[in-house]
């Protein structure tokens, strides 16, 4: 079982900042690909950002130039730094990560996906 708890979200004013981070815990071994998805209100959640194993970063072309991904393996978290923050970033905003763990009831190694229970971003004009 995995369990990601998220933190940092909540009111700023267009221009401003919020920095969200992403723990992870529970039955693994290794974190792959990180991510940042964010779902407005009757949209479709778009991926935001993403981070491998390695570093490698993508982000949206919306939050480009703007949206900072990064990740603390030592302590398996993962931060989105958002600056220059818009109305249109309004949205409820999702950890989303790979994991890698030893599956003792098949012998065999395995990834999984898991999903964090979003945190509301709003951007005030």
């Known amino acids: 079982q995995v369990q990601l708890v998220e933190s940092g979200g909540g009111l700023a004013q267009a221009g401003g900042s919020l920095r969200l981070s992403c723990a992870a815990s529970g039955n693994f071994a290794t974190i792959n690909t990180m991510a940042w998805y964010r779902q407005a209100p009757g949209k479709q959640r778009d991926l935001v950002a993403k981070i491998s194993g390695i570093g490698s970063k993508y982000y949206a072309d919306s939050v480009k130039g703007r949206f900072t991904i990064s990740r603390d393996d030592s302590k398996n978290t993962m931060d989105l730094q958002m600056n220059n923050l818009k109305t249109e970033d309004t949205a409820t905003y999702y950890c989303?990560?790979?994991?890698?763990?030893?599956?003792?009831?098949?012998?065999?190694?395995?990834?999984?996906?898991?999903w964090g229970q979003g945190t509301q971003v709003t951007v005030s004009s």
């Open positions: 989303h990560i790979e994991a890698r763990r030893f599956n003792q009831e098949t012998m065999t190694w395995g990834s999984s996906l898991h």
